[in-house]
């Protein structure tokens, strides 16, 4: 990867439990974003966290950054069967291109 | 417009034929991006633009691929001689300003195959 490695690579659920994904990366960053694919769609946005953020809440999500790890977590409360989807973070060094991990498969069953 | 669109959503090439895929950015934005993403995996950042202007194209191969944004056309992203392993689904993304820590808004791809 050129950047980020996630885990795990999939990931199965019953709708209601939380789903936690993984994100490490290599090198030093100003911000870190998640993003989600549905299924033949393109990227959405989701969250962002700035290098000086530890944690940000964004309705179920919840975010997580630990730069001396370089690693962040993405946590998905309460999930639905419409939350299945891939989830992908990307790291971001000055105004530099978006770099992408390899992404969690999440599957939330009904 | 309102979102990033991308034709064409499926494009089907004879290896060592021409392949072009276009993309319109959303009204207002001033940079896009490319991204190739295979087999639903990580998205390998290709070229972006500032306008017309390129902004950074370490991502692409030096051979076959190009690409252009010219005022008033949608981008283009065009390889020539496609090759089996081009097969890959084609995102592009623009964003307002490039500004950190800006959100890139991606158009729903163009699948290439190679046969």
């Known amino acids: 990867s050129q950047q980020g490695e996630e885990d795990p690579q999939a990931l199965s659920i019953q709708e209601g439990e939380n789903a936690t994904m993984n994100c490490s990366y290599k090198t030093s960053i100003n911000n870190l974003q998640w993003y989600r694919q549905n299924s033949g769609r393109g990227l959405v946005h989701l969250i962002l966290?700035?290098?000086?953020?530890r944690e940000k809440h964004s309705g179920r999500l919840r975010v997580t950054l630990d730069t001396s790890k370089k690693s962040s977590s993405l946590l998905i409360t309460a999930s639905r069967a419409a939350d299945t989807a891939s989830y992908f973070c990307?790291?971001?060094?000055?105004?530099?291109?978006?770099?992408f991990g390899t992404g969690t498969r999440l599957q939330v069953f009904p | 417009g309102e979102e990033v669109a991308q034709t064409p959503k499926h494009l089907v090439r004879g290896e060592g034929q021409k392949a072009k895929l276009y993309c319109a950015p959303i009204?207002?934005?001033?940079?896009v991006f490319w991204y190739q993403q295979v087999l639903k995996n990580e998205f390998k950042f290709l070229i972006s633009?500032?306008?017309?202007?390129?902004?950074?194209e370490t991502g692409m191969p030096k051979e076959r691929f190009s690409a252009k944004c010219l005022p008033n056309s949608p981008c283009s992203l065009e390889i020539q001689a496609t090759k089996l392993e081009d097969s890959a689904v084609y995102f592009c993304?623009?964003?307002?300003?490039?500004?950190?820590?800006?959100?890139?808004?991606f158009g729903s791809g163009t699948q290439l195959s190679v046969l």
């Open positions: 993304a623009s964003s307002r300003t490039g500004g950190e820590g800006e959100k890139l808004f």
């Open positions: 633009f500032q306008n017309e202007n390129v902004f950074d």
């Open positions: 009204k207002g934005h001033s940079y």
């Open positions: 990307a790291t971001e060094r000055g105004t530099d291109k978006l770099i």
């Open positions: 966290i700035r290098s000086n953020e």
